[in-house]
């Protein structure tokens, strides 16, 4: 989506922490972003990025924004609750003000290709089914 993104984490193994692993990726993907954008001269991004931090982020060093600060997750306990968070995921493309695609299998961003239609696009997701 173009301004957030939904995803499904499986975690085989108790003791973890989500919001460590969030903000871990968080920071990963804003550091290569940020790389990207410096090797293309993107001013403009650079400095929109950088005048979304607040004041008491820039005291403790921080030079852009890229993400907010919270992310909404839910557990999923039950079969239903899955598919009912897929399904949504696949259809978001299509619905609200968005409209990316006209068919919601074809987004390119999105597991729908590859459940439904076998196409890899930008990165190789594990069948659900093979997590057990």
């Known amino acids: 989506m173009p301004n957030h993104l939904h995803s499904i984490f499986f975690f085989p193994e108790k003791g973890f922490s989500l919001n460590k692993i969030i903000g ?78 006209d068919d919601w299998r074809e987004y390119e961003h999105s597991s729908a290709s590859f459940y439904e239609l076998n196409k890899v696009y930008h990165f190789t997701p594990v069948h659900y089914m093979d997590l057990g």
Not at 58 to 75: E, R, V, W, Y
């Open 24 to 101: 871990n990726g968080k920071r990963f993907i804003a550091y290569d972003a940020l790389r990207r954008l410096q090797s293309q001269n993107e001013d403009k991004i650079l400095a929109r990025l950088s005048e979304a931090v607040s004041n008491n982020e820039k005291n403790k060093g921080q030079l852009h924004k890229f993400f907010n600060d919270s992310f909404d997750a839910k557990p999923i306990e039950s079969e239903w609750f899955f598919y009912q968070k897929l399904e949504y995921m696949h259809l978001n493309p299509v619905r609200g003000k968005y409209n990316l695609v």
